[in-house]
């Protein structure tokens, strides 16, 4: 089955601690990989995204992710988080082959500690 | 802006009635697609909808239902609500193209007592 599994449920640093967000995926065929991010009271946006090419892909805001094919895993970094990182972050994967839906993880809730 | 907006933002129904969520895609998009977001726990994939059908359903009951019309907004329809049935439900909008991604709105929070 089609599934997304991510490290951990929530997560707490200090200001300028670096930070890796794990997350593996289980699904057939070549795929699509997102990190999506939801603020406090805010609509879920769009972090970076990867579809081919050179598996580091930098997004928004000095996020950067890591895709491993053959460990099916698609790691989120940054390494110094700031108080305004604070959110909840959701790895999605879906299928290269096809019109296909976006199947998100559970969610890793980060707090960043002045 | 998200740039898709949903309505209501905020909705309290009674067990066993029905409901009707509204979705208007950003602009230029032609695929809706909506899902269920529970307290803590990542969306979960309800159906898409391109071309005024439903493309892909994922694992909800038939009491789900929706529609999209000629400008590409769309609907979503609960039958016989559930205590269950309590969560974030969240519209995105993309081109078939899937390269730019989705694009969310905020949610409409159903709340059922």
């Known amino acids: 089955a089609q599934s997304v599994s991510q490290h951990n449920h929530h997560v707490i640093l200090s200001e300028a601690a670096s930070l890796e967000l794990g997350c593996n995926y289980s699904?057939?065929?070549?795929?699509?990989l997102f990190w999506y991010v939801q603020y406090p009271g805010q609509h879920l946006q769009l972090l970076l995204k990867y579809f081919s090419g050179d598996p580091l892909v930098k997004g928004i805001k000095g996020f950067e992710a890591e895709f491993i094919k053959s460990k099916f895993s698609f790691n989120l970094r940054k390494p110094s988080v700031q108080w305004s990182d604070t959110a909840e972050y959701f790895c999605a994967v879906n299928s290269k082959t096809s019109y296909d839906k976006v199947i998100f993880g559970p969610g890793t809730s980060l707090s960043v500690i002045p | 802006d998200a740039g898709v907006t949903q309505s209501p933002t905020h909705l309290i129904k009674t067990r066993g009635q029905q409901v009707t969520l509204r979705c208007s895609p950003k602009?230029?998009?032609?695929?809706v697609s909506w899902y269920q977001q529970a307290l803590g726990q990542g969306p979960q994939f309800i159906f898409q909808?391109?071309?005024?059908?439903?493309?892909q359903r994922g694992n909800f009951p038939d009491r789900f239902s929706g529609h999209q019309f000629p400008n590409y907004s769309s609907e979503l329809n609960v039958n016989a609500l559930l205590l269950g049935d309590s969560a974030l439900y969240l519209c995105?909008?993309?081109?078939?193209?899937?390269?730019?991604?989705?694009?969310f709105g905020s949610g409409t929070r159903l709340t059922v007592v």
């Open positions: 699904y057939g065929g070549t795929v699509n």
């Open positions: 909808y391109y071309e005024e059908e439903e493309r």
């Open positions: 995105a909008s993309s081109l078939r193209d899937r390269a730019l991604g989705y694009t």
């Open positions: 602009s230029g998009h032609d695929t």
